[in-house]
């Protein structure tokens, strides 16, 4: 649920903290704190997050995922850039609202994919060979090279495995360093992860388009310097739900939310064009806590899908001023802002039987504080770098953040 990076944070005086920006935030290493710095994909997974390619879950990246068919169409979607469509789609199992219909329709429309016969199957597991020959239609589409040599595939001992429809393209894809296999073997018919999917797109673009696909820092959209100050706005109602169009008057705001039933309660958020942002709250029966709501990459606009099978509401606040870094509460929460000395060492305590998870934000990145399961009293070095910050917890007992 939370993952972008803030803004430069400017103090005025003593009576608000206004969100701005003087520079882009960057992150010395990865997009995702589940890639790790010497990840083979991740320059590729840094790079497509920065483009808006790939956005994660929950502030994660899930690298060794399985990538679904619809996840690989909405994928290649955002890569072309998200353009218009005017087919309604031709899948009896892509109804309009699936996160993905846009991007599957255009595919369709354009001969990217197929299905089989009225059907997408959205939800599995996509192939490696699928995934090639995928990206082999739609570089025919784009009109670039697709020569291959008859040979590429000789050196690999399962290249008996490969379907006949997909051969061409996998002596495309290894032709231009797309597909290297793993051990002399291409596994054609094997799941292809998120990570995988990435890295072959990235080297694809290096590969066709040109070296444009250089990592930069992993930024924040432009900066805005435009006061973070709004009435809340609140959405109430009961059982599963989607609002109207909510215009958001910032792109970091705090979501305050309530359930009063016992099953399921969950929230998406889509932009206004039905492409989903992130996943502010999957819990079940009783709740009531706090969120971030993070719509930098959007023009503000946001439409949220509830399942609950009680009342639920949503409250959605700006950023206030904290006297102090010291933060203490109960359950999932988001602290106001503070001024942050330049490091120390932090005591963090949570008495609850479920996740304690804690990020710190600032303008040179998120980190994450704690990440433990269970009863927990531990100390963590936090380099805030004299900087205004704020902390977001998940949890589910009570729970302190102070300096030692």
């Known amino acids: 649920m939370k993952r972008k990076l803030l803004k430069l944070i400017s103090l005025t005086l003593v009576t608000i903290l206004l969100l701005s920006l003087s520079a882009p935030f960057v992150t010395a290493n990865s997009a995702f704190p589940d890639v790790p710095a010497n990840h083979p994909a991740v320059n ?35 890569y072309e850039g998200r353009p218009a469509v005017s087919s309604t789609g031709g899948f009896s199992d892509v109804p309009a609202s699936h996160v993905a219909h846009t991007a599957i329709t255009w595919a369709n429309a354009n001969g990217i994919v197929t299905g089989a016969g009225d059907r997408f199957l959205p939800e599995d597991n996509m192939t490696r060979a699928q995934m090639v020959l995928m990206m082999h239609r739609y570089n025919n589409l784009k009109g670039r090279n697709n020569t291959s040599s008859s040979t590429a595939l000789d050196s690999f001992s399962d290249r008996g495995s490969v379907p006949a429809a997909a051969q061409e393209a996998m002596r495309w894809a290894v032709t231009h360093g797309m597909i ?162 330049a490091s120390g ?28 399961i269970g009863t927990y009293n531990g100390e963590k070095i936090i380099n805030f770098g004299n900087d205004v910050a704020f902390w977001t917890v998940e949890a589910d007992g009570n729970w302190t953040i102070r300096p030692r």
């Open 44 to 78: 590729a997974i840094n790079w497509a997050n920065h483009n808006g390619i790939v956005t994660g879950n929950n502030g994660l990246f899930l690298p060794e995922d399985n990538m679904t068919r619809a996840s690989y169409a909405l994928i290649l979607y955002r």
């Open 180 to 341: 290297t296999g793993n051990a002399g073997r291409l596994m054609p018919n094997d799941p292809v992860t998120r990570a995988q999917v990435v890295l072959i797109l990235f080297r694809y673009v290096n590969a066709f388009v040109g070296p444009t696909a250089s990592v930069p820092p992993v930024t924040t959209p432009p900066p805005s310097t435009t006061p973070v100050q709004f009435a809340p706005i609140t959405i109430s109602g009961r059982g599963n739900s989607v609002t109207n169009v909510i215009k958001i008057p910032a792109d970091y705001t705090i979501a305050n939310l309530k359930h009063d039933g016992r099953s399921n309660f969950y929230i998406w958020v889509y932009d206004g064009s039905h492409e989903l942002i992130s996943l502010l709250v999957n819990t079940i029966g009783v709740y009531s806590g706090s969120s971030l709501l993070d719509v930098s990459r959007t023009n503000r606009d946001i439409i949220l899908e509830v399942t609950a099978d009680g009342n639920w509401t949503i409250e959605i606040v700006p950023f206030k001023a904290a006297d102090t870094a010291a933060f203490s509460g109960s359950g999932d929460m988001v602290s106001g802002l503070f001024r942050a000395p």
């Open 345 to 372: 060492t932090w005591i963090f305590t949570h008495d609850g039987r479920r996740n304690f998870i804690v990020w710190v934000y600032t303008s040179s990145g998120m980190r994450l504080a704690a990440n433990e």
